[in-house]
């Protein structure tokens, strides 16, 4: 036996030693001389890898070679085995570590040979790759065809840009699209087979499940947050708590053993705001820096040392997001931890780092690179308000995943649309150019989609192609530059209606040059972002006579059945992250539908109440100006038309807003210039609001009255969504009533466009703040009696729309049967100072 296999050995050496010049014939004419070799204890996704090349170079041409785990004459090797040792080619093993993969020829034989996890299964497919196949789609791939096939010498090694790669749309998911593109993210059908995936458990947002407040809140407040006074439940963490640490790894133990498969655990944030405001909590801000961060990181880290300890191979990941997204000025993440940065407030138009209002994501990019190599990223892909509406964001991905490698971050989760259903824009093209890019952040990706679009598209790729060129330009400096963002709404400036009608041209062309009924029924379901932006502008309402509803409802419920008719051809459950489309559907029928108006008017304005949508006023057009002084509410907006305008809320403290309905209705009395309401709420009290014209301003007058007969803690908030013009231009303006004088310029440099601040004490308005553009425009005012306002709001973005919301809160307390509480506030708009 050891002769035979001295023998063996010997002869494949002498096989070696030709040059490596040598071109390979691996199949002539339909037959194949080679046998593809793997170890006897090959790896489950060597073994995988070996089956596919079997199957593929077999529908290439026609060949089947055999699978043997012995030496041969001529092979194809994968993974490690004796027979590639006997070779003595030098395969970097270590340095390729589980996913790495090198491609080599020595002699007559093709070495693919990497780590045993999934790296072998990789090169395997990365050698199919340069035969010409492809796997765009679960459904669509291209697997050429030719009775020959002849290997020039190869000599390359391969490892992946990123360690976590994960593209998160539905149309992903697949087992065999995603070993074929190889990505391994833990919502992909990756089972052991191919080499399994990361996986999270749980994946995110995971405070509640950690500490949950079902649990322990009753007997134990000080586990969670203190906020506004108040240790509240839908908030945060305590993270100073010693308690909650305690509990926390306790849990995260439970986790680990009762999911042995995680690689990685998420010990992260809510998503939410209601950071811990306790004295403890605070310190630890104040040694960081003033970061956010602070509290958590030092908590992560803490818990991960005694994870670490019992558990060495286990991952403790946690985020860098919204409030905590600025690092710590001190604490650094321990080797076992992760952090995930995610750039939510970020244009995905173009370039992070050209977009100005990207300035401030890659100021925390670089804050973060500095202190931990081993960064993960939460990328966003997708519109998450309206999965459907058309998204151009390929020029960004192309240029930040290279700038991402450069950064030093090492995973990547690109966040789109998982829902059942999927069918988000683009879903399947951009799957495919993400997943080549979380490999190769050098892919051409102009090539890549070429590729994917004549394969999908046919003889309709030339006029898809010409589409997809078009969207992107929608956003590209030569056409002005217009912004991204992932919550936009249907009516966003780069939707034009210019554009609108060269898409729906193009979209005639590809249905009538598709070849077939697959990809006619593709052209159909890419169209129907274009068919939701007009079907969603119609919604629309104006005001007609006594009348406040969309332009032709009839004709509007027509198209909104035939949409969701065509939704469930293409089985799409959600067209948003939030709701399902059958809860549309409920609104639809319940929002979209006529609403009485009561007008007031004066010479100087004209004023629109609606007392079905929550009393609220819906325009309040300055007749010098002929401009709504209140910013137009989106059509696509969840609850529209129920939403925007000048409102009155109901809180039970300054941050819990009441549960429950109010009924409106029109007090008798009113008068041209005046009007009374009473809303009749859920819980029995009873709210009294009349709102007058005098002059340029609309004052408004709410009591409150307990109805009840027990004790209720209420406060009132009048909350105006004001329409600032440009925004960039606007500045909120107001003397303190500790004599500060006051000048906020909402939009910075190098700082998220949308914000939020709230205001008590001296630092409160001084009974009036003022919203002005210094480009000119009315100046827009709101007074108040500073006895009545215990709190002040307000809030800004120039994300998704251009709004100012400026709100009063009346002082919260506790009103007893028959007590009223009062809330006064005016609004004008006055000239220039």
């Known amino acids: 036996m050891m002769k035979t296999m001295s023998r063996a050995i010997a002869f494949l050496l002498a096989l070696a030693a030709p040059s490596l010049a040598a071109n390979l014939k691996l199949v002539e004419n339909g037959r194949s001389a080679y046998t593809i070799v793997i170890a006897p204890d090959a790896s489950p996704s060597e073994r995988h890898g070996a089956d596919e090349l079997q199957m593929f170079v077999e529908q290439i041409s026609g060949a089947r070679l055999p699978i043997a785990t012995q030496p041969r004459p001529r092979m194809i090797l994968i993974g490690n085995s004796p027979a590639l040792t006997a070779l003595h080619v030098p395969i970097p093993f270590a340095a390729l570590g589980d996913e790495g993969f090198a491609l080599k020829t020595a002699g007559p034989h093709l070495i693919i040979a990497g780590g045993s996890l999934r790296g072998s299964m990789y090169g395997v497919y990365t050698f199919l790759e340069k035969l010409g196949c492809r796997w765009f789609t679960p459904q669509v791939s291209r697997i050429p065809r030719r009775r020959t096939i002849l290997l020039a010498p190869l000599d390359e090694v391969q490892k992946p840009a990123f360690e976590y790669r994960e593209t998160y749309f539905r149309e992903a998911f697949d087992r065999d699209w995603a070993a ?189 690179s500095k202190v931990t190599d081993r960064l993960y990223i939460w990328h966003y892909n997708t519109n998450f308000a309206h999965y459907l509406l058309p998204f151009p964001d390929f020029d960004e991905l192309a240029a930040d995943l290279p700038m991402y490698q450069r950064y030093g971050v090492v995973g990547v989760f690109m966040e789109g649309d998982g829902s059942q259903g999927g069918g988000a824009e683009n879903a399947e093209l951009r799957s495919y150019v993400m997943a080549k890019l979380l490999w190769d952040v050098h892919a051409d990706v102009n090539r890549l989609v070429d590729e994917f679009l004549q394969a999908y598209y046919g003889q309709a790729a030339r006029p898809m192609r010409a589409y997809f060129d078009l969207l992107q330009r929608q956003v590209r400096a030569s056409s002005g530059g217009r912004h991204l963002w992932i919550y936009d709404p249907p009516t966003a400036p780069y939707l034009t209606d210019q554009f609108l009608a060269a898409a729906r041209e193009l979209f005639r062309q590809a249905e009538a040059a598709a070849e077939n009924d697959a990809v006619r029924a593709r052209v159909r379901k890419a169209r129907l972002g274009i068919d939701y932006v007009e079907l969603t502008r119609a919604k629309r309402f104006s005001v007609e006579g006594e009348w406040y509803r969309p332009a032709d409802l009839n004709a509007l419920k027509d198209r909104w059945n035939s949409f969701l008719s065509v939704l469930g051809q293409f089985a799409i459950t959600n067209i948003s992250e939030s709701t399902l489309a059958t809860r549309d559907d409920q609104d639809f029928q319940r929002y979209m539908r006529p609403y009485r108006v009561v007008t007031l008017e004066n010479s100087r304005l004209r004023v629109h109440i609606v007392p079905d949508l929550d009393a609220r006023v819906t325009h309040v057009i300055d007749k010098q100006s002929d401009r709504n002084l209140l910013a137009d509410p989106q059509p696509g907006a969840k609850q529209y038309p129920d939403i925007g305008g000048l409102r009155v809320a109901l809180y039970s403290d300054y941050l819990t807003r009441m549960s429950g309905t109010t009924a409106w209705t029109l007090d008798a009395g009113a008068t041209p210039a005046q009007a009374s309401f009473t809303g009749a709420c859920q819980n029995g009290l009873t709210i009294k609001r009349t709102l007058r014209l005098d002059g340029p301003t609309l004052r408004t007058e709410t009591v409150l009255e307990n109805t009840t007969t027990a004790p209720v803690t209420a406060a009132l908030q009048s909350q105006w969504d004001a329409d600032p013009g440009d925004i960039t231009q606007a500045v909120v303006r107001y003397r303190a009533q500790d004599g500060a004088a006051v000048e906020k310029l909402l939009i910075e440099p190098e700082k998220i466009p949308a914000g939020s601040e709230s205001y008590s004490d001296g630092q409160q308005p001084a009974g009036e703040w003022r919203v002005v553009n210094r480009l000119g425009g009315p100046v827009l005012v709101n007074r108040f009696p500073q006895q009545q306002v215990g709190r002040c709001y307000l809030s800004w973005t120039a994300r998704n729309e251009s709004r100012v919301t400026i709100s009063v809160s009346s002082v919260s307390r506790l009103l007893q049967p028959g007590e009223r509480l009062a809330l006064n506030a005016d609004y004008t708009a006055g000239p220039q100072p």
């Open 180 to 368: 074929r593109n190889k990505t391994n993210g833990s919502s992909q059908h990756l089972d052991l087979s191919v080499g399994g995936n990361v996986q999270y458990y749980p994946f995110v947002h995971s405070f509640d499940l950690l500490v949950p407040p079902t649990r322990y809140l009753d007997e134990h407040p000080e586990y969670y947050s203190l906020v506004d006074g108040r240790r509240r439940q839908n908030a945060q963490l305590c993270l100073t708590n010693p308690d909650v640490l305690r509990i926390a790894i306790q849990t995260v133990e439970q986790w680990i053993a009762a999911h042995p498969d995680a690689t990685i655990i998420s010990v992260s944030q809510n998503d939410r705001y209601g950071y811990c405001e306790c004295d403890k909590c605070r310190r630890v801000e104040q040694e960081e820096g003033g970061a956010h961060s602070g509290p958590l990181l030092r908590f992560v880290n803490a818990l991960a040392e005694q994870i670490g300890k019992k558990y060495p191979g286990k991952l403790i990941d946690t985020l860098a997001y919204q409030y905590t997204q600025d690092p710590p000025a001190v604490t650094r993440p321990r080797p076992n931890v992760r952090i995930r940065l995610c750039p939510i407030a970020a244009c995905e138009a173009h370039p992070y780092e050209q977009c100005p209002y990207d300035a401030y994501f890659m100021h925390t990019l670089r804050a973060w």
